[in-house]
Antibody
């Protein structure tokens, strides 16, 4: 069974750096076609894609947030980590990790984590 | 960057209705479009990939069509479990992705 689970702080202060971890099971982060993205959703708003990492460690970032984001993976721990610097109250959102479905590139997100709520407030 | 525009933003319908949601891309994305269903407090669920491919386990009342810049998601006979928000997502610019603004399907 393929699962993804996000973890990280519930509350961060403005200007701090957020670190989120996505722990995956049921598939490998180091081979195959399936990458992992981070996606967020502010309260009552639409989904926003943030960053993606491939099995070969290639990375891609949202143009608007690129300077603040870093995505990485620890294959031995089956974890994908997202850091976002200089947090602002506007970054308050549910943060999801999601896997691209197997069966070729490009592809959609077939498995999502449950999401983790992050609130930015002093 | 590609922009994705969904319409309508809210749709009121009754059980049994045929429902159609439209998604327009700011430039051609071929068939690289997905549709997701999201219920309150839950993660999105993949319904349709590659514009018209039905994800495994998704009821056949859901269908997708379109190519280029205009796409539709159709629910042939709306069921109580289908009241939710629906998002389109392009992946032509993979590994960059863009979501639409969402369409909330409400009970009429």
């Amino acid at each position: 069974q393929v699962t993804l689970k996000e973890s990280g702080p519930v509350l961060v202060k403005p200007t701090e750096t957020l670190t989120l971890t996505c722990t995956v099971s049921g598939f490998s982060l180091s081979n195959g076609e399936m990458g992992v993205s981070w996606i967020r959703q502010p309260p009552g708003k639409a989904l926003e894609w943030l960053a993606h990492i491939f099995p070969n460690d290639r990375r891609s970032y949202s143009t608007s947030l690129k300077i603040r984001l870093t995505i990485s993976k620890d294959t031995s721990k089956s974890q994908v980590v997202l850091t976002m610097t200089n947090m602002d109250p506007l970054d308050t959102a549910i943060y999801y990790c999601a896997r691209t479905r197997p069966g070729g590139i490009p592809n959609a997100f077939d498995i999502w984590g449950q999401g983790t709520v992050v609130t930015v407030s002093s | 960057d590609i922009q994705m525009t969904q319409s309508p933003s809210t749709l009121s319908a009754s059980v049994g209705d045929r429902v159609t949601i439209t998604c327009r891309a700011s430039q051609s994305i071929s068939i690289w479009l997905a549709w997701y269903q999201q219920k309150p407090g839950k993660a999105p669920k993949l319904l349709i990939y590659k514009a018209s491919g039905l994800e495994s386990g998704v009821p056949s009342r859901f269908s997708g069509s379109g190519s280029g810049t205009e796409f539709t998601l159709t629910i042939s006979s709306l069921q109580p479990d289908d009241f939710a928000t629906y998002y389109c997502q392009e992946y032509e610019s993979y590994p960059d992705f863009t979501f639409g603004g969402g369409t909330k399907v409400e009970i009429k």
